[in-house]
């Protein structure tokens, strides 16, 4: 696809341009037109769709969609919320004072290919810093103390002296009135890099505050390898899981997460079977917080003995002229826990036992209700 740019006016900006000059594939193309896009981008095809409040616009362009933003300044009137649009069709330079790096604030113009660094960005991609663009960064938006870290683990850059002073007077004095929508997808986005450093950096830094002001120590322990033994399809909730996550608008699956992992932490482990039977009604992310946040030990052994099952069923027990009821649940509990003890016994074996288990259990009963048997 080819974009024409007629005017000299359109600019690849922030993520693209870094990535560029980094080396690194980018998967999101930003392009901004010094002025307004609406007006201007609808001539490059079929127009899809337009938002005049931020001044965007998606054209299909040769079959391909391609978003025009206009250069845009923004204010934030509610610290820590989303920023209101200032202007649109603003100067570039305008539009790059709102972002949250140097190094994402490049610009580079479609026509003539040069880059536009109005912050100082080239220089601090070559120092491998990450800088904020005024002192006030922090407090308009949080969310760049998590983005700095993700920046940071990804590209194994540092932060600026003056950047790290800011985010740690910032962390010594949050102000909880914020977007925690957008705090709930940064976190996503740097724990699912899956980097020891980030989830050490999350917490050794502070950052986790701005989640939850609870305290929390962070567990020695090798999350990372962790959660890639246990292979959990969304690991950030695994290295969030020891905070109080309920500032955070969670989906039914990951409360059904956390809610078990707090059901576990009351629960007895002292044996196989007791944990064959917590661990093995549980998501592999509520195994996971369990082993980073608590201890690995039963994990460890519910992964060596989860793929023990006994082969004897409803109608093995019907056979044996027992009548359906709870009692199965009991009978096949019980031949569970001595399969656990010895998992090479077969089905002849699991029946004997069964029938074991309900005679001394008929004289018991006999005394009481004979229903079942
Ligand atoms: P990624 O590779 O993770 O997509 P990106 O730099 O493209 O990195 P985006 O979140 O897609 O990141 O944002 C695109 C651009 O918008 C950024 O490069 C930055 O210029 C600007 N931006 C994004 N989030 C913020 C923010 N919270 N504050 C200021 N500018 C932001």
Redesign the pocket.
């Known amino acids: 696809m080819k974009i024409f740019d007629d005017t000299g006016k359109l600019y690849f ?4 341009v ?2 560029e000059l980094l080396g690194r594939e ?3 193309v ?1 392009i901004v037109y010094e002025g307004n896009a609406i007006e201007h981008c609808a001539k490059y095809g079929e127009v899809i769709r337009t938002n005049p409040d931020f001044g965007t616009i998606r054209v299909n362009v040769e079959g391909v969609e391609v978003d025009f933003a206009s250069t845009r300044s923004e204010t934030y009137p509610r610290s820590g919320h989303l ?1 209101l649009v200032d202007k649109i069709g603003c100067s570039l330079k305008e539009d ?1 004072l ?4 140097t ?3 490049l610009a580079k113009s479609v026509k003539r290919g040069e880059i536009v660094d109005y912050t100082g960005g080239l220089e601090d991609i070559r120092a491998k810093v990450l800088r904020v663009l005024h002192d006030r ?1 922090f407090i ?2 949080p ?2 103390i998590i ?1 700095a870290l ?2 940071s683990v ?1 590209f194994g850059f540092a932060l600026e002296e003056n950047t790290r002073r800011l985010q740690e007077d910032y962390l010594a004095n949050i102000n909880y009135d914020m977007c925690y929508k ?1 705090i709930k997808k ?1 976190v996503m ?1 740097t724990f699912n890099l899956n980097s020891q450093e980030a989830f050490e950096r999350f917490y050794d830094e502070g950052i986790y505050k701005l989640v939850s002001h609870v305290e929390v120590a962070r567990p020695k322990v090798n999350a990372v390898e962790i959660v890639n033994s246990i292979g959990v399809e969304t690991p950030w909730i695994v290295y969030a899981g020891g905070l109080d996550l309920s500032r955070l608008e969670l989906t039914r699956i990951e409360q059904k997460i956390l809610n078990d992992f707090e059901a576990l932490k009351q629960t007895s482990l002292v044996d196989d079977f007791e944990i064959y039977k917590a661990f093995s009604s549980v998501l592999p992310e509520t195994l996971a917080i369990y082993a980073v946040w608590v201890m690995q030990e039963p994990v460890k052994r519910f992964l060596q003995i989860k793929d023990i099952k006994i082969s004897i069923c409803g109608d093995d027990l019907l056979a044996l002229g027992i009548k359906p009821s709870k009692k199965y649940a009991e009978i096949f509990d019980a031949v569970l826990k001595e399969k656990l003890k010895n998992p090479e016994i077969n089905k002849a074996n699991e029946l004997e036992l069964a029938r074991q288990y309900v005679i001394p259990n008929l004289f018991r009963d006999l005394s009481g209700d004979t229903d079942s048997i």
């Open positions: 900006v922030g993520g693209v870094r990535d980018s998967f999101d930003d920023p790059v709102r972002r949250d790096f190094v994402n604030a960064s308009d938006d969310t760049r983005r993700k920046f990804r957008r940064e986005e």
